[in-house]
């Protein structure tokens, strides 16, 4: 009796491995791969539950300040944390480095035999928006600065050009400071006497 059921298990136990046996690797049908989401032409909008494609990389600079920016306005600031962060995100027309000038927003200018004016050529510059930086913008900043309704404590940096103390005393108007953009790309200024401090001056103004 014992040896029946030890036989009818072993018989039972063959099977089994022989059914597994006869299963022949990878005969079931592979599954298809997911199919990877189209992206969104271009202009379209993508569909709900679909991710956007990421953005590019952003440059990021961080700057230690000991106290709160006041102002961003470079004709009003006077405070360091204000000047420092003026000098991160403003240019002007050209810069000093160990006391030498050298070019900001004016990549060239030359100087009149007489020393009195001085003409900047500028070079394709943007501002953080995407518009071009003009010759107008710097008339306009120059305007200020001389303006008496502004009452800037940097106008000195632009008392050498022509009748900028009259300007600054609101005896002529604005109009008449000795600056003038003949074009986009260029500007010309125009000093009451020859002024040999002029363009290191010039660099102290964003």
Known sequence: ???????????????????????????????????????????EEPEEGEEEPAEESKKILRYSLTADVPTLDQHL?????????????????????QGEVRPGIAEDWDMSEDGTVYTFYLRDAQWSDGEPVTAQDFEYSFRRLLD????????????????????????VPVEELGVRAIDEKTLEV???NPAGYFLSMLSMMQ
Do not use: D
């Not at 600031?77 to 480095?97: C, D, K, M, W």
């Open 1 to 43: 009796m014992k040896g029946r059921k030890l036989l009818a298990w072993m018989l039972i136990i063959i099977l089994a491995f022989g059914v597994v046996g006869c299963t022949t690797p990878g005969s079931e049908e592979p599954e298809e791969p997911a199919e990877e989401p189209e992206e969104p032409a271009e202009g």
């Open 77 to 97: 600031a006077n405070s360091i944390p204000s000047a420092t962060v003026g000098h991160q995100i403003f240019e002007g027309l050209i810069r000093t480095y």
């Open 148 to 171: 008496p309704e502004t009452a800037s404590g940097y106008a000195f940096i632009g008392m050498a050009l022509k009748n900028a103390n009259a300007v600054n005393k609101g005896e």
């Open 190 to 192: 125009e000093l009451e």
